[in-house]
């Protein structure tokens, strides 16, 4: 299991903001990059553990750098 409970998807999409990533689209995911790394985010509360820790390794942070961005 993840280290990393559910988020609620606003709180994500904050932390990557603040990590340098910027919202490309919205619609029913919230579309984000930041130089060649691109990111998706669905608009679901909470975000499943799992997937959050699968965007939060796209993204390039590590479990602990994400958790500190929160």
């Known amino acids: 299991m993840p280290k990393l409970p559910g988020v609620r998807h606003l709180r994500a999409v904050n932390?990557?903001?603040k990590?340098?990533?910027?919202?490309?689209?919205q619609g029913k995911h919230?579309?984000?990059?930041?130089?060649?790394?691109?990111v998706v985010v669905?608009?679901?509360?909470?975000?499943d553990a799992?997937?959050?820790?699968?965007?939060?390794r796209d993204a390039g942070l590590t479990i602990e750098?994400?958790?500190?961005?929160?």
């Open 15 to 17: 932390a990557l903001q």
């Open 65 to 70: 750098e994400f958790k500190a961005l929160l």
């Open 30 to 38: 919230i579309f984000m990059s930041k130089g060649g790394r691109k």
């Open 50 to 56: 799992y997937t959050m820790a699968a965007i939060v």
């Open 19 to 25: 990590s340098g990533f910027t919202i490309d689209r």
């Open 42 to 47: 669905p608009r679901n509360n909470p975000v």
